[in-house]
């Protein structure tokens, strides 16, 4: 079995429960919808929760919110701001879901493939992606709307967050990428070459949830 083959069954097996699945989490009441990455597939949610940066009085950009954590924890912890989105509808409705049933009202949750639908004129003290950091080739062609979420084919999609994503920075504000180990980091350090930005690793660890050693990594513009 290939790694595309195990990441696909992950996919699969997110899908084979039955829905809406409830998750509580620190106070919140969250549901998981179907056609959404299920949490119990795909637990980095909770170590990069656990692990982000004091968020207080913090304008926060989340790309690919899935069913609205770690955004909505970080937003009703004392964020001044968050802006969510996803490029599946069906997640995008799931956080605007959750973000009411818990009075979550510092949000904004649209769709947006990476950065297409934010505001050009926007300015972020965090921009936070647990990216899809499965790698397929180039001419991978997606099988459905979950694959986006875990495989990025030639990393193109981590080519445009790093390449598109500093001009929304803060002028003290850093990319927070979440990065497993286990993927192409030659790659990825390639791309950050390329757009001439300095990367350090924020904080790596395990969850008691999940085998995956986690990496956060704080990226910011070269002075």
């Known amino acids: 079995m290939t790694d595309l083959d195990k990441v696909r069954l992950r996919l ?15 106070g ?4 998981v ?11 980095g949610w909770r170590w990069y929760t656990e692990n982000f940066p004091p968020v207080a009085g ?6 690919g919110c ?8 970080l937003a009703k912890l004392g964020a001044a701001s968050l802006v969510a989105c996803d490029v599946n509808p069906k997640a995008v409705e799931n956080t605007l879901e959750n973000a009411v049933r818990n009075n979550i009202k510092n949000v904004d949750v649209i769709e947006s493939d990476i950065f297409s639908n934010i505001p050009p004129q926007s300015e972020f003290d965090f921009i936070f992606w647990n990216c899809p950091s499965d790698f397929a080739p180039s001419d991978y062609q997606y099988r459905d709307d979950l694959e986006p979420g875990a495989i990025d084919p030639g990393y193109k999609l ?15 504000g850093s ?8 993927q192409r980091d030659d790659l990825l350090w390639e791309i950050i070459t390329a757009n001439d930005l300095v990367c350090e690793l924020f904080r790596s660890g395990t969850h008691s949830h999940s085998s995956f ?7 910011r513009r070269s002075s």
């Open 175 to 182: 990319i927070l990428l979440g990065f497993p180990c286990g």
């Open 66 to 73: 899935g069913f609205g954590l770690p955004g909505l924890y």
């Open 213 to 219: 050693n986690y990496r956060m990594f704080s990226i």
């Open 58 to 63: 913090k304008r926060i950009l989340e790309i």
């Open 12 to 26: 699969q097996r997110s899908q084979d429960q039955e829905f809406p699945l409830r998750v509580d989490y620190s």
């Open 33 to 43: 919808n179907e056609g959404v990455l299920s949490p119990h597939e795909f637990t």
């Open 28 to 31: 919140l009441e969250l549901t």
């Open 158 to 172: 981590l080519r445009r967050f790093l390449s598109e994503g500093p001009k929304f920075l803060r002028p003290s």
